[in-house]
């Protein structure tokens, strides 16, 4: 019997000693500040009850079209406490007229309908968006209405939401595009230790159990 309890012992020791050795490791797969950033200032979410997801990317980036499968796919998976959020980055002034189209097709509730049309126009088609005519027309083939594309491109709530976004840029601190964000507390770009865009979900992935957990 004094045989059977010593091996007991040591066979739940052992097995304490396995998952504490994997836990270190998960807890240690990715590091902050080599894996990702976190922020100096947390940027508030929009539901406090969830945990937020922020992709930030570009129209015009080609790494932006090429992630849409695999983002789209990593979406469709998530649990109803994840809340995903699409981001246009504002580095420079082209980024910004883009950002407007963005925030013109959100005002008018149209964003799914013209997205991809939108990603297909710059990156494939290589053609100009930088008007209100352009936009229009572009979004015409959606049988959307022209004049209410061009007020709404214009409009004083476009326009502050794009200036809004510059400044938010500023705070997610991305080092390109695309990036993401978890919970307004860290930040993922590719680069240096995060070499491509699977790793990188990978690490949205832990940090969105390292929020559940906390």
């Given at each position: ?25 998960q807890?240690?797969?990715y590091?902050?500040?080599?894996h990702?950033?976190?922020?100096e200032?947390p ?5 406090d009850?969830?945990i937020?997801v ?20 990593w979406v469709?998976?998530?649990?109803e406490d994840?809340?995903f ?9 082209l980024m ?6 963005f925030?013109t ?14 990603f ?28 209410e ?13 794009t200036n ?8 997610y601190r991305?080092?390109g595009t695309?990036?993401m ?6 930040s ?7 070499t ?19």
């Open positions: 019997m004094r045989i059977r309890t010593l091996l007991v012992s040591s066979l739940f020791v052992m097995f304490s000693a396995v998952f504490a050795t994997s836990a270190i490791a807890a240690d797969k590091i902050a500040g080599t990702y950033t976190i922020l200032n940027v508030r979410t929009a539901d009850s969830k937020e922020t992709e930030i990317f570009w129209y015009g980036c080609p790494a932006c079209f090429n992630f849409e499968p695999l983002l789209n796919g469709k998976n998530q649990a994840v809340n959020i699409r981001f246009p980055g504002i580095f420079n002034g910004k007229i883009h950002a407007q189209v925030y097709a959100q005002n008018m509730g149209v964003s799914e309908l013209v997205h991809d049309s939108i297909d126009n710059l990156v494939v088609q290589r053609r100009q968006l930088q008007t209100a005519d352009q936009v229009a027309a572009l979004f015409a083939k959606q049988d959307i209405n022209r004049e594309t061009v007020a709404a491109f214009n409009s004083f709530s476009v326009k502050t939401k809004q976004a510059e400044k938010l840029t500023n705070d991305p080092r695309p990036s964000v978890v919970n307004g507390k860290y993922i770009s590719i680069g240096g230790a995060v491509g865009q699977r790793e990188m979900l990978s690490i949205v992935d832990f940090l969105i159990e390292k929020e559940r957990s906390s």
